[in-house]
């Protein structure tokens, strides 16, 4: 882990604003917005609409990426209601752990610890998110990507992800961990402010 303070974003109103940039303002401007601090994430603004949008750290990648610990990464990220009371929960236990300084692999067995106790709650049918910011940074090689949604589904659902001409992609996001939960891209044409994005 990179000291504590490159994951932390000093300026508060910048990161409200880029969580928000995460989803189309009608949606954005209602919801509750968390901010990074040095023990996890808290409220910054309450919103009226259910939904919650922050920026992801690196530690919610997948154990194994190589990005796990990359400072830079910021993932602009809003959740529908579903996913906010069923999939943010397992982001904030894996802050938890992060910022407690545990390693990979220890955050690995805390998790699996976490999720066979029910410590965390089961997924929420129509769990979905946002990832149409154009500032965000997944990696050096992705940089801002494509806006996209994210759909939560259980594990033994299969939407064709991956195959030819298939416009669905499957995110390994939680493949490493016990969640049985996969994780459906679909990318969008428009970044969240409206304006067109690049062709795949």
Known sequence: MAPLSQYLMADR????????????????????VLVLEAHGYVTAVKGT???????????????DAPTFWDPKLRGPTCFNPPAARSVLPITFKRTTLALGGQSREEIKKEMAAAFNAGQLPALEPGAMSYMMSKQGFLDDQAGHWMPHLMFYTAGNVNWGADLAGSPVMLNTQFRDGPYPINVLMITV????DGTAAPAM
């Open 13 to 32: 109103a910048a990161e409200i604003k880029l969580a928000r940039s995460a989803a189309p303002a009608a949606i954005s401007d209602h919801a509750t």
């Open 49 to 63: 609409n259910g939904y919650v949008c922050m920026v992801d750290r690196s530690w919610s990648s997948q154990l």
């Open 189 to 192: 044409g428009k970044w969240s």
